[in-house]
Every structure is written in C-alpha cells, then in structure tokens.
C-alpha cells in the first residue's frame, strides 16, 4: 500500500518558470491538502480539495493553483517561480474532516 | 498570525525518562488536536489525537492531555527511547474547517542514552 505519493523529490527551477508538482493516493480518501513548510516554521495550508472537482484556498494560496479532476490525484501548479516559493511542499490526504491526514515524503523545491 | 504556538523550539531527554512536549493554542472554535512525529527527508506521521470532549487520550506510550480552559495541550512520551527522536508538531482544526489543520513550528526532540 503505497499511501500518499510524491514526485519530483526534489527539483530547482529558474525565476519565472513554471512547475507541477505530482501528489496521488491509493487510500480512496476524499479529502486532499497541499501544505508547505519554510525553515523552522509550521506547516501552512495551501489549497485543499474535499472531494473531486472541488477545491478551495487555505491560508497561503498566492502563486499557485489546483485541480482534482480525479478522487487519486491532486497536482499543485506553480505558474512564474519566485524566491519566495522555495520551500519543502507536502500533500495530505483524509478520509473526511476530522480525522488524521496522512502525508507523503514532500518535494524540495528550490527557486534560484 | 500563528494560532498555534509550540514555544520549545528544542528538547532533551535521557532514554527511559518522560518526555513531555507543550502547545498552546489561541482560537477557541479549535475542537480537534493532533500530534505528529517527524523524521528528516520524510513527511509528518500522525501519533495521537484528541477531541475537545475529552481532556485525555491514550495510546501505548503515548498520552495527550487537554486543557481547554487555558487552551493547552501537552504530550507526554514514557518512556522515552532512541527511536522518539524526530520533531513533534502540534496541530489543531475547526469543527466546520474542512479539517483545515493549524500547525505549531515543532519541538526537536534528542533522545540520550
């Protein structure tokens, strides 16, 4: 059972290119997250997804963009990279609400 | 504005003894709280949760404890071994949130032998 799965591990981009960032899971759950977190910090909520063809803005949602076309997969679009993107960016997934999230392993992402 | 606050950015602990980790909290619609363990190059695992109906929760090693008078939650790890050594982030939801967490920026837990 692979969980929640993350790709690319790792990636540097150029300011003003534009990436996606995979995150599928195989736990038919109904509820996706995107989460980044910056050195010493907390994660933050990008966008989260409770069911497909649904999704909403978390806290940090400037510069980036969703789908959730199926209940699997939840890309996350970055469209002009910037400094301030750099960060480590990790997906979650939930049967509903309430109840614990499961994450993957996150994409290091560095913008130069 | 950080709605959930670990203020141990750092722990130490000598293998055997009780570690306790703390989190306080700032939005009273919070009703639902996690704590998750953290390895380098790895995503956060969830560890234990409480709801704001109890105010103690239990699993093996591991126990939570709420206080929603002074909206604050601590974790309690006994005893403490080798493999505990991860940062632990402290986490909180809404009732009507979608299950948006809030995380605190984490307590780096060292075990010693």
């Known amino acids: 059972n692979a969980g929640v799965t993350q790709t690319p591990k790792f990636r540097i981009l150029k300011i003003g290119q534009s990436m996606t960032l995979q995150c599928t899971q195989d736990m038919n759950h109904n509820y996706m997250y995107w989460y980044r977190q910056d050195p010493g910090m907390g994660l933050k909520l990008i966008y989260y997804s409770v069911g497909a063809g649904i999704t909403d803005k978390g806290e940090v949602p400037n510069g980036y963009n969703v789908s959730r076309s199926t209940t699997e997969d939840f890309p996350l679009r970055l469209e002009l990279a910037a400094p301030s993107q750099t960060s480590v960016y990790f997906c979650?997934?939930?049967?509903?609400?309430?109840?614990?999230?499961?994450f993957g392993d996150g994409t290091r992402l560095s913008i130069l | 504005d950080q709605q959930v606050k670990q203020n141990s950015p750092s722990l130490s602990v000598q293998e055997g003894r009780i570690s306790i980790l703390n989190c306080d909290y700032t939005?009273?619609?919070?009703?639902?709280f996690l704590w998750y363990k953290k390895y380098p190059a790895e995503g956060p695992t969830f560890l234990i949760s409480?709801?704001?109906?109890?105010d103690k929760n239990e699993d093996g090693r591991f126990t939570v404890f709420l206080n929603k008078s002074a909206k604050h939650l601590s974790l309690h790890i006994v005893p403490s071994q080798p493999g505990d050594s991860a940062v632990y982030f402290c986490?909180?939801?809404?009732?009507?949130?979608?299950?948006?967490?809030?995380f605190g920026a984490g307590t780096q837990v060292v075990v010693t032998p």
């Open positions: 986490a909180a939801s809404a009732a009507d949130s979608w299950g948006k967490l809030q």
């Open positions: 979650a997934s939930s049967p509903q609400g309430a109840q614990p999230q499961h």
């Open positions: 939005n009273s619609m919070f009703d639902y």
């Open positions: 409480i709801s704001s109906i109890k």
